[in-house]
């Protein structure tokens, strides 16, 4: 059987390209003042009013209609905003999830009453989401899934807990998968999606500090929390294929090649800067246009992504692939970087600024993070093996 993966050339519209030098401007404004090492967080750096500006500004739900507080426009326009955003170092994980899967979930899937309760208020930069799928003693293997809610009175009862959701401590609403029927041996069967209003009683959130010092990530519990019959999206059972077409979001913008820009764009000025009337150290100069010219390929893919996103399909295998070659090359650049200023730290005796250096630190402290957040690299390469008829 020949299964093809192809990514056809696709071209962001003249319309969506005109929103550039307006978000540009305004990222501008609001954080040319941060050093690189503060803008390199920033699908980690949470600043709610920056997230409220960006919605009144309508950047937030681009891609939603009208009729829910969004703009009506396409992928392409997010795109560019998106773009924007993490090559500068925005902080934008306030309204990062929301915008991105759980608004158009919330769109595709839900009702009008739940479309009405949160669409709004996410475009406007006043509710924020987070993801709950990976669990205590699951590892990558998200169909094991031990979190479950039974009918009572009322509603849905929900007990379990969920591990490494971010930003859990300051969302006002967690997207949840649970389980509605059968066991874990059932796998993908009996999987659901659930809204958890966070400020509902019994639940506890607990945060996890990670390497850097940061405390993103927490430990959700649920002890016999209530929720209301409309906080089910869609139809019951049908978790598991919400959230692959969830992923697919997630897997394959932006977020997937700009990681590191801040630390390239550092590195890149100081080559630039430090060079003078000779030469910047050629060694450099070759690891660095190395490393542009696997991101200008993976961009050209995930636009390719983008296109058919836009054009309605949910392209699950393709975004997979660009996850994990873009979190290969992520992976890489601090690496690189890393080892090229240890074998010469001085350059060609000009030494690299302490903002560049403070910045590596950082990156280098994440970038194990990159090939996690989305699935794993193994658990990617097992999709990509599968829909490639490999295994």
Known sequence: MTIQLDFPPARIPDADEALRPKIRA?????????????????????????????????????????RWGGQG??????YVVVEELLAAGAPVSAHWIADRQSGPLILKYGTDTLRARHLPGICRGEQFFCIGMSEPNSGSDLASVGTRAR???????????????????????????VRTSGSAADRHAGLSQMIVDLSAPGVTVRQIRDLTGDAHFNEVFFDDVLLP????????????????????????????????????????????????????????????????????????????????????????????????????????IPATLADLLAESPDGRGTRPPAVLMRTLAYVSQMSPTFSLRGGTREILRGVIARGLALR
């Open 229 to 332: 019959d409309e906080a089910l999206i869609g139809e019951e059972g049908q978790g598991w294929t919400q959230a692959n077409a969830e992923l697919a979001f997630e897997r394959s913008g932006p977020e997937r090649l700009l990681s590191a820009q801040v630390l390239v764009d550092e590195w890149f000025a100081w080559l630039r800067g430090s060079s003078g009337s000779s030469d910047p150290p050629a060694a450099q100069v070759a690891a660095l246009g190395a490393i542009y010219a696997r991101l200008v390929t993976l961009r050209a893919m995930s636009l390719a992504v983008a296109a058919r996103i836009d054009a309605g399909e949910s392209p699950m295998l393709a975004a997979a692939l660009v996850k994990d070659l873009g979190t290969l090359v992520e992976q890489e």
């Open 151 to 177: 009918r009572g009175d009322g509603g849905w009862i929900v007990n379990g807990r969920k591990i490494w959701t971010t930003n859990a401590h300051r969302s006002h609403y967690m997207i949840a998968l």
């Open 73 to 78: 426009r396409g992928a392409f326009a997010r």
């Open 26 to 66: 305004f990222i501008a404004e609001r954080i040319g003042r941060y050093p690189a090492e503060e803008r390199a967080r920033t699908c980690m750096a949470f600043d709610a009013q920056f997230s409220r500006e960006m919605g009144e500004h309508g950047w937030i739900g681009l891609s939603l209609p009208e």
